[in-house]
C-alpha cells in the first residue's frame, strides 16, 4: 500500500523562492489600487502619529544608498506606528531650489558666467524648474520601489507657490520681530558658484596651503613707550599665517590680553615679539636661535601699539582678543576684518574698517595695489616673493591641514566680508537652546551637540547671490538707496506668489510688487528697484515647518519626529528650529533621531573612484527591496554603517530564513479552520503552550525594540525566534506529529492552533521591515485563513502580548527539557558521525534527572518528551546512569523491532498485524481510522 496518501504532507503555493523582481512590483500595485494607504488614515482612530519628511535635492534622478536608508528608517517607523492603530500620513518633501539645482543646469550648458550674461533669470529659473521635476519623477519612482507607504500623489515641492507663499510669512514674522536685518560682515564665500555660503553648506576636506612667519615692524615714534632695552633696536611682531593672499587687507594684529609676550633677540640681532609659550615652537619651526629675552609684558600692555604694514604705507594696530590662543603660531594673530569673522569682531570693537579688496570671481580689485587683477590664490607667491624682497619674511613652507570647501563645486572657500542679508540668531537664541531641552533626542548626545552649535553659532547669512530660489522680498528707494523690508510687504508679497509662484518678482516692476497706492518717506520720486538676492535653501527646508505640517490638514505641528542623518543638527534640524523658534516660540519637533553614514564593508566611504558603491537600484534588481529593508533593519544606525554586496549576500540569506519559516507555518494549515479547528489554550500539550509563552516574550522584546527605534534589536530577535526557537527546536519536534497523526487528532490540532497563531503573530512583526514578504504571505493563506485576516497586511493590527498565555513557572520547566535535548542532540550527533545510526529515530534514549518532581513530570509526558528528543524510544531513569551526580542522557542504538514504512520510526510493534504488516501499532491505528466504514 502506498502510504503517502495517508500522510499530512505540507501543501502551499507560497513560494519557497521570493522572485521579488516580479512579484515586489505587483504587490506594490495591490497597494495602490486598494488605496492602502488611505484606508489606514480612515480607519484607525488613535492618536496621529507625524513623521516629518525631510526633502532630499532633487539635483539628480537616482538616489543613492544614503537616500535608501533613510526613507526605509521612516517607513518602519511610519508603518509600526500605523499597525498601532496610530494614523500617520507621511508627506513625502523634495528640495527644489538653490546652488545644486542651478549648477547642474548651468554646468550641462555653459560657465555660470556666460550663462548668468546670456540668459535672463526667468529662463534660468524655467530651466531649473524642469531639471527638478525630471528629477522628481526619477527620485519617486526610486523611492516607491523601496515599497514605502505615504502620499505619493500629493509630496510637497519646496518650489510650489502655497510653500513658497509659506516661507514668506515665516519671514514677515522674523522682520515683524526684528530678526532680518542687511550688514556687511565676512561671509564664507565660493568662487566656484559666486555666491555666499552658510555653515551648513560647508564641507571640510585636506589642502595644501603655505605656511608664512612675516615680521611687522614697530613704528619708529611708538620706541617711546618701551623700556630703555629696546632703544635703538629693530622690533619686529612676528605673525604666522597660512593664507598670504589675506595680508593686503591687514588692519592690525591681535594679541591675548592675559598672555605672557616675551621681547627675544633673533640672530640677526633683531628683536622679535611673540607669545611666551610659542616662543620656542617659533624659533624651532623658522630654523633659529632665540638669543637674550629683553623684555617681558602682558598682551594688555601692548594695546593700541603702531607697526608698519608689510608692504604699504599704513598702521596696523595691536588689538586685544580672546579668540588667540597658543595652539599653533605665534601669539600675534594678523587681523584682517574683511576675510574672518573673529578679526570683523575684533575689528570693530577697535574700528580699524573694514577691508575686502577681492571681488566675487576672487579676484584682486583696486583696493589692493600692486596685486589688481590677480586671482587670489596666484597672488599668494607674489605677495611671498615681495615679502622676501621687503626682507620681512622668516621663514616659508607648505602645510597639509583639513580646509572648508564648497559643497557643491567641491572648491575652496574664502571669506570676504560683502553686504548680505542675516537672521539675528542672537534675538533668540537662549529660547531655541531652551527648547533643545525639551525635545527628545536618539541617540542623546544629539542633544549636547545641537546645542553646542546653537550656543557658538554666529547671525546665519541667508542671502545668496544666485536666481533659483525664494526671492528676498526687500526694496530700494532709488533717490535714498534706503531699504524697505517690512511685515506688511513680505505679506502683499507672499499673496503674489501664492497666487502666480516666485517667478512673479523677476516678471514683475517694483511698482507691480508693491501694494497698490504704497509710498514711503524713504523716497522723495517714491521709485525703488528690488533685492535681486535670493533665500538660502536651508531657509527654504527650514520652513517646512510652516509649508507642510501647518499647511496639510492630515499633519500636525508640531511633528512626533524628524528623522535624517547626523548631519542634519547643523542643516535641516538647526534650520527648522530657528525659524520655528524665531516666527512661533516652539520647536517644530517633539522627537529628533539621527542616522550615521553608509560606509563599504571595509568602513570606508563610498566613492565612484574607489569602484566600493553600493547602488539601492542593483540590490533590489537581485535581490528586491525586501532584502535591503533587512539590511536597514540589521544595523545600529546610530553610528555609521556598513554595506558591501556581499554583506548583502549574508541578508539574503537571512530573508530566506525568515521566509521559508513562514512557508512551513503557512504549508501545515492547508486543512486548519480557526472557526471549526481551533482548540482551546487549556486543551493544548504543554510544549505548545510553552511555545506560545515564548512567543509573548518575543512580542514584547519586538514591540520594545520598534518603541525605543533599536531596530538591530528587532532583526536580532527575530532571526533567532525562527531559526532556533522555532526551526530547529519546535517545528522539528511538531513534524513527526504534523506529518503523522490523523488530520483531525487532537494533537494535531493542538500543533496547528499554535502554528496559526505564530503565524498571524510573525507576519504582524515582520510587516513594517518586511512589507512585500508579509503581504506575499498574505494573498497565499488558505481561504479559511485568508477570511480570518484584514485585506492587507497592512491593514493588520500591530501584535499586543498577550498576558494570559505567559506562564513562567512552565518557561522554567520547559527550559531544562531543552537542556536535555542539548545533552541528547551532542551524543546523537556523535552517532551520526560514526555510523552508529542514521537517523535519531533509530536511536533510543535513558534520560536521569536528579530531581524526583522533575523524573516524575518527564514519565507522566513520556511520549511527549521523547518527541522533543526526536528519538525512537525513552526511558525515564529513577538511578543515575553512571556514577556521577546530576543531569545524566545515554544514547543506544535500538537492538529490536523493524522500521515503520510510514513513520520510519524503529518500533517492535511492526508486523503485529498481519493487516498491516509494514507498519507500527501507532501507524496502524491511524491508517484504519481513515480508511472507508
Known amino acids: 500500500m502506498d502510504y503517502k496518501a495517508t500522510l499530512n504532507l505540507p501543501q502551499t503555493s507560497f513560494s519557497m523562492r521570493a522572485g521579488s523582481a516580479q512579484r515586489e512590483p505587483e504587490i506594490q500595485a495591490f497597494w495602490k489600487d486598494q488605496d492602502i494607504y488611505r484606508q489606514n488614515l480612515t480607519h484607525r482612530n488613535g492618536d496621529p502619529f507625524i513623521l516629518h519628511d525631510g526633502p532630499p535635492y532633487l539635483s539628480s534622478g537616482r538616489i543613492h544608498i544614503g537616500h535608501a536608508l533613510n526613507r526605509i528608517l521612516k517607513d518602519m517607523v511610519v508603518k509600526y506606528q500605523t499597525l498601532n492603530n496610530h494614523p500617520s500620513p507621511l508627506v513625502f518633501g523634495y528640495d527644489c531650489h538653490g546652488l545644486p539645482i542651478e549648477h547642474e543646469v548651468t554646468k550641462a550648458r555653459k560657465p555660470v558666467k556666460e550663462i548668468q550674461t546670456e540668459q535672463s533669470p526667468l529662463e534660468i529659473r524655467q530651466a531649473c524648474a524642469a531639471f527638478a521635476l525630471e528629477n522628481l519623477k526619477g527620485q519617486q519612482d526610486n523611492f516607491y520601489r523601496l515599497g514605502l507607504m505615504g502620499d505619493w500623489e500629493h509630496p510637497y515641492l519646496t518650489m510650489n507657490p502655497a510653500y513658497e507663499a509659506a516661507q514668506l510669512r515665516v519671514f514677515a514674522e522674523m522682520v515683524d520681530k526684528g530678526y532680518i536685518y542687511k550688514g556687511l560682515k565676512p561671509v564664507y564665500w565660493s568662487i566656484g558658484a559666486q555666491t555666499a555660503l552658510a555653515e551648513a553648506e560647508v564641507e571640510y576636506m585636506d589642502k595644501t ?162 596685486f589688481e587683477g590677480l586671482f587670489y590664490d596666484k597672488a599668494n607667491q607674489v605677495i611671498i616673493d615681495l615679502l622676501v624682497e621687503k626682507g620681512l619674511l622668516v621663514h616659508h613652507s607648505t602645510l597639509v591641514h583639513s580646509y572648508a570647501h564648497c559643497w557643491r563645486t567641491k572648491t575652496p572657500l574664502i571669506y570676504r566680508a560683502t553686504e548680505q542679508w542675516f537672521a539675528s540668531v542672537d534675538g533668540f537664541r537662549q529660547a531655541a537652546l531652551a527648547a533643545v531641552k525639551n525635545v527628545s533626542w536618539h541617540p542623546a548626545s544629539g542633544q549636547e551637540r545641537i546645542s553646542n552649535m546653537i550656543s557658538d553659532r554666529t547671525d546665519w547669512c541667508i542671502s545668496r547671490q544666485r536666481v533659483w530660489g525664494v526671492p528676498i522680498p526687500a526694496f530700494y528707494a532709488k533717490d535714498s538707496g534706503e531699504v524697505l523690508l517690512q511685515k506688511d510687504i513680505i505679506l502683499h508679497v507672499a499673496d503674489l506668489v501664492e497666487q502666480h509662484g516666485s517667478n512673479v518678482w523677476w516678471e514683475r516692476e517694483a511698482k507691480d510688487l508693491l501694494p497698490a497706492g504704497f509710498t514711503s518717506p524713504k523716497s522723495q520720486i517714491q521709485e525703488f528697484e528690488k533685492e535681486t538676492d535670493i533665500m538660502d535653501v536651508w531657509f527654504d527646508s527650514g520652513t517646512s515647518h510652516s509649508g507642510v505640517l501647518r499647511a496639510r490638514p492630515e499633519l500636525r505641528f508640531p511633528a512626533n519626529l524628524y528623522l535624517e542623518g547626523s548631519d542634519q543638527h547643523r542643516g535641516w534640524f538647526q534650520s527648522s528650529l530657528l525659524t520655528s523658534i524665531a516666527a512661533y516660540g516652539e520647536a517644530p519637533y517633539k522627537t529628533v533621531l539621527t542616522h550615521g553614514f553608509v560606509m563599504d564593508g571595509q568602513g570606508r566611504k563610498m566613492s565612484k573612484s574607489l569602484g566600493n558603491v553600493v547602488e539601492p537600484q542593483k540590490v533590489i534588481e537581485k535581490y528586491g527591496a525586501d532584502v535591503l529593508r533587512l539590511w536597514v533593519a540589521s544595523v545600529d544606525y546610530s553610528n555609521d554603517m556598513r554595506l558591501s554586496y556581499d554583506i548583502v549576500d549574508q541578508l539574503a540569506e537571512i530573508y530566506k530564513k525568515i521566509r521559508n519559516t513562514i512557508r512551513f507555518l503557512i504549508s501545515n494549515l492547508y486543512d486548519f479552520d480557526p472557526e471549526h479547528d481551533e482548540l482551546p489554550h487549556a486543551q493544548l500539550s504543554e510544549l505548545d503552550r510553552f511555545t506560545l509563552h515564548k512567543l509573548q516574550d518575543v512580542v514584547g522584546q519586538v514591540r520594545n525594540s520598534f518603541d525605543s527605534f533599536a531596530f538591530y534589536r528587532f532583526y536580532q530577535i527575530i532571526q533567532n525566534f525562527c531559526v532556533i526557537d522555532l526551526s530547529n527546536i519546535y517545528f522539528a519536534i511538531v513534524k513527526d506529529i504534523l506529518y503523522i497523526e490523523a488530520p483531525n487528532s487532537p494533537l494535531r490540532r493542538s500543533v496547528q492552533t499554535v502554528l496559526w497563531e505564530v503565524l498571524q503573530a510573525l507576519l504582524g512583526m515582520v510587516t513594517p521591515v518586511l512589507s512585500h514578504l508579509a503581504e506575499d504571505a498574505y494573498q497565499h493563506l488558505p481561504p479559511p485563513l485568508r477570511a480570518q485576516v484584514p485585506q492587507s497586511a497592512l491593514l493588520a493590527n500591530y501584535p499586543q502580548v498577550r498576558d494570559q498565555w505567559q506562564n513562567a513557572k512552565l518557561a522554567s520547566k520547559w527550559a531544562q527539557i531543552l537542556s536535555i535535548r542539548d545533552a541528547a542532540n551532542l551524543q546523537l550527533e556523535a552517532m551520526r558521525a560514526s555510523k552508529e545510526i542514521g537517523r535519531s529515530m533509530e536511536a533510543q534514549a535513558a534520560v536521569y534527572h536528579p530531581d524526583s518532581e522533575m523524573r516524575d513530570y518527564l514519565r507522566a509526558h513520556q511520549d511527549l518528551f521523547r518527541q522533543v528528543l526526536i528519538v525512537g524510544r525513552l526511558e525515564v531513569s529513577d538511578a543515575p546512569l553512571t556514577e556521577h551526580d546530576g543531569l545524566q542522557t545515554h544514547m543506544t542504538v535500538i537492538a529490536d523491532g523493524s522500521k515503520c514504512s510510514r513513520c520510519w520510526n524503529t518500533d517492535p510493534t511492526v508486523g503485529q498485524n498481519p493487516a498491516y504488516a509494514d507498519l507500527c501499532q501507532r501507524c496502524e491505528g491511524i491508517v484504519s481510522s481513515l480508511q472507508p466504514a
Not at 607669545?275 to 638669543?291: C, H, I, N, Y
Open 209 to 370: 596651503s603655505h605656511s608664512i612667519y612675516v615680521k611687522f615692524p614697530l613704528q619708529t615714534e611708538e620706541y617711546s613707550k618701551l623700556p630703555e632695552a629696546l632703544q635703538g633696536k629693530n622690533v619686529f611682531f612676528v605673525i604666522w599665517t597660512t593664507t598670504p593672499w589675506t595680508l593686503p587687507a591687514n588692519l592690525g594684529i591681535a594679541l591675548n590680553p592675559d598672555f605672557d609676550y616675551s621681547f627675544i633677540t633673533a640672530d640677526d640681532g633683531s628683536v622679535w615679539v611673540l607669545a611666551d609659550k610659542l616662543a620656542e615652537s617659533v624659533f624651532s619651526a623658522t630654523g633659529q636661535t632665540p638669543g637674550q629675552t629683553l623684555y617681558q609684558s602682558k598682551g594688555n600692555g601692548l594695546e593700541n601699539l603702531r607697526c608698519k604694514h608689510p608692504f604699504y604705507e599704513r598702521d596696523s594696530r595691536v588689538v586685544l582678543g580672546n579668540h588667540v590662543t597658543t595652539e599653533a603660531g605665534t601669539g600675534c594673530v594678523h587681523t584682517a576684518p574683511g576675510h574672518g569673522m573673529e578679526d570683523f569682531v575684533v575689528g570693530d570693537k577697535y574700528k580699524l574698517g573694514v577691508l575686502s579688496p577681492v571681488d566675487a570671481k576672487g579676484v584682486f580689485t583696486a583696493e589692493a595695489p600692486g
